[in-house]
């Protein structure tokens, strides 16, 4: 099947996750997961992109993250991808390919999905069984988020000002809540599927400015017996 091309599209954020090959592990030890950061802080800054929420977990990446130029996500990825390998295969005396192809990445729609996404991202190590709650686990943006420490990297996005006192006690709260399970499924498909993760009518209306699929194909019915 052929890759769908990116959107081609700038000031709206991306969910995006990119994995290590065959799920391997990609982090090794603290210095990597420094490495990373301060390689996406210098690509972010060079080619125009807003990092608004961020965790690296051992065997995979994920972003939200607003492009200021057409095709700044692809460069930063690209500038990321090429400086880190080169360290862990200088650092750890590895060779071959680290990363599980390209990165995928969904459009993400209106102030609730950019909340939810939000909250995706910080709670996965939560999910994971690898801490009992997220400011356990350094490598997020969790942290900046909550108001309890600085992080040059993070870049809040508006939406954030909704949940009241955010950066702050507010985000802290929100990611206390429950998540919506079907919330999260959707999230998971709009990522895996590179779509859209937002609203029909946010759907429809990037699918009239782009010409491009923002949500699965339906299966063409069956015939008649």
Same mark, same amino acid.
């Given at each position: 099947?052929?890759?769908?091309?990116?959107?081609? &599209?700038?000031?709206?954020? &991306?969910? +995006?996750?990119?994995?290590?090959?065959?799920?391997?592990?990609?982090?090794?030890?603290?210095? /990597?997961?420094?490495?990373? @950061?301060?390689? &996406?802080?210098?690509?972010?800054?060079?080619?125009? #992109?807003?990092?608004?929420?961020? #965790?690296?977990?051992?065997?995979? #990446?994920? @972003?939200?993250?607003?492009? @200021?130029?057409?095709?700044?996500?692809?460069?930063?990825?690209?500038?990321?991808?090429?400086?880190?390998?080169?360290?862990?295969?200088?650092?750890?005396?590895?060779?071959?390919?680290?990363? *599980?192809?390209?990165?995928?990445?969904?459009?993400?729609? *209106?102030?609730?999905?950019?909340?939810?996404?939000?909250?995706? +991202?910080?709670?996965?190590?939560?999910?994971?069984?690898?801490?009992?709650?997220?400011?356990?686990?350094?490598?997020?943006?969790?942290?900046?988020?909550?108001? $309890?420490?600085?992080?040059?990297?993070?870049?809040?996005?508006?939406?954030?000002?909704? &949940?009241?006192?955010?950066?702050?006690?507010?985000?802290?709260?929100?990611?206390?809540?429950?998540? /919506? *399970?079907?919330? $999260?499924?959707? $999230?998971?498909?709009?990522?895996?599927? *590179? $779509?859209?993760?937002?609203?029909?009518?946010?759907?429809?209306? +990037?699918? /009239?400015?782009? /010409?491009?699929?923002?949500?699965?194909?339906?299966?063409?019915?069956?015939?008649?017996?």
């Amino acid at each position: 099947m052929p890759r769908r091309p990116r959107f081609p &599209l700038t000031g709206y954020p &991306l969910h +995006i996750v990119q994995r290590g090959n065959d799920r391997q592990p990609c982090f090794f030890c603290e210095a /990597d997961f420094r490495t990373y @950061l301060e390689a &996406l802080g210098d690509a972010a800054t060079h080619y125009g #992109v807003r990092v608004h929420a961020y #965790v690296l977990m051992t065997n995979h #990446v994920h @972003l939200l993250a607003t492009p @200021l130029e057409a095709g700044a996500v692809s460069r930063t990825m690209q500038s990321v991808g090429a400086r880190y390998v080169g360290y862990v295969n200088a650092t750890h005396g590895r060779t071959g390919t680290l990363w *599980e192809g390209r990165y995928r990445a969904c459009l993400v729609g *209106e102030d609730a999905y950019v909340l939810a996404a939000c909250r995706y +991202i910080d709670l996965n190590p939560v999910r994971a069984r690898m801490v009992s709650h997220p400011v356990a686990w350094r490598w997020s943006s969790y942290g900046a988020l909550s108001g $309890l420490r600085r992080d040059a990297l993070v870049s809040p996005h508006p939406t954030l000002s909704l &949940l009241g006192d955010a950066p702050g006690p507010g985000y802290a709260q929100w990611c206390g809540m429950p998540s /919506d *399970e079907a919330e $999260l499924t959707a $999230l998971r498909a709009a990522t895996a599927g *590179e $779509l859209a993760f937002g609203s029909d009518a946010f759907k429809t209306r +990037i699918e /009239d400015t782009t /010409d491009r699929a923002t949500r699965p194909r339906r299966s063409a019915p069956a015939a008649a017996a």
